[in-house]
């Protein structure tokens, strides 16, 4: 068996994968960036310095999980998404790592977005079915709607100021939680109840949305002694009644009828089962899917996943090229 493999840093997480030739995830190792309590993240120039610490235990590690295969090809998340102006210091840490191990192994080295990793991980078991789909990217430095047209995505809307898993964080430590916040929250959550109290702001037909006065308003709950547990419970379901509206407003204006949902916010069972019911109440002709819980979050599964796409599409170019020359795939003629 022979294997890809996926390097992801993200401003969250360093993470690096191995994929199998036939589509199976031999290893998947992640660790978070050390943030000090009370802090809201890091610097993009102390995350590249924790990259630079943890990356090489993590590769390390992926390919003694996967025992010993043969390396096909390097791939590595360059930049947050496909627009020309999108970069982050942090992704050139793993594009570096994997140009080196490409360059000393003698194999191939390909280049993705953070972005489409994500779509890629979260299609893994999602029940997603082929051809055209919306897709919900959700986590803390990122929230965008697309449409998904084979391999071209198309920015539809999103969040005109704090992201989703902004708003999770801010929310989070401004109760006294660690960060990254989203399992602290949600088991707070759980233990609340919530009233809609937090208004849904809408734009651009519904296809992009606010969070900031949501954060302005939990913010003074908290200085009112407002229970936490409620305070949380409210930030799930405006998530929830956000995001529904947003689905179902593209479904209107693509006349798509499935939707992948991505990102470390869809990893929560809690936000997953209020959009299930929101989007329920809405329509009832769009099909949500979710990825596995654990390739929702930061991850570098669907970045190896997309290198091996890319090796196996150069390999049968190659043959097919090889086929047409004279003689065939040696190129020799017979006398």
């Not at 020309?84 to 280049?111: I, K, N, W």
């Not at 949600?186 to 009233?195: P, R």
């Not at 109290?197 to 908290?222: D, K, T, Y």
């Amino acid at each position: 068996m022979s294997v890809v493999v996926g390097i992801d840093t993200s401003c969250y997480t360093t993470s690096c994968a191995a994929v199998s030739d036939t589509g199976e995830v031999l290893a998947s190792c992640r660790r978070l960036l050390p943030v000090r309590q009370g802090e809201r993240g890091l610097r993009q120039s102390d995350a590249v310095f924790a990259h630079i610490k943890q990356l090489p235990l993590l590769v390390s590690d992926a390919i003694a999980r996967c025992g010993p295969q043969e390396i096909l090809a390097v791939a590595a998340s360059s930049a947050p998404r496909d627009a020309a102006d999108s970069y982050m210091p942090v992704f050139q840490v793993g594009r570096t790592v994997a140009e080196a191990m490409a360059a000393a192994l003698h194999v191939p080295c390909y280049m993705t977005t953070h972005q489409r990793g994500h779509l890629a991980a979260a299609r893994l078991h999602s029940g997603i079915k082929p051809g055209d789909h919306l897709a919900l990217h959700l986590s803390g430095g990122t929230t965008e709607l697309l449409s998904v047209r084979g391999k071209e995505l198309t920015l539809l809307g999103g969040s005109m100021d704090l992201h989703a898993g902004q708003l999770v964080d801010r929310c989070g430590v401004a109760l006294g939680l660690p960060f990254p916040s989203g399992p602290h929250l949600e088991e707070l959550a759980l233990q609340g109840s919530s009233s809609a109290r937090l208004p849904v702001s809408m734009n651009r037909r519904g296809l992009s949305c606010h969070f900031s006065g949501a954060e302005a308003q939990i913010a003074r709950w908290i200085h009112d002694g407002e229970k936490p547990q409620d305070i949380a419970c409210e930030v799930y379901d405006l998530l929830a009644r956000t995001v529904s509206r947003m689905l179902t407003a593209a479904e209107k204006e693509t006349e798509i009828h499935q939707a992948l949902i991505a990102g470390g916010v869809a990893s929560s069972p809690l936000f997953r089962k209020l959009l299930r019911e929101r989007t329920a109440r809405r329509t009832t002709t769009l099909h949500l899917c979710f990825g596995q819980p654990e390739y929702s979050g930061d991850n570098a599964v669907g970045v190896a996943l997309i290198g091996m796409a890319e090796w196996k599409k150069e390999v049968q170019a190659q043959e097919h090229t090889a086929a047409e020359m004279p003689g065939g795939q040696d190129g020799c003629q017979d006398n």
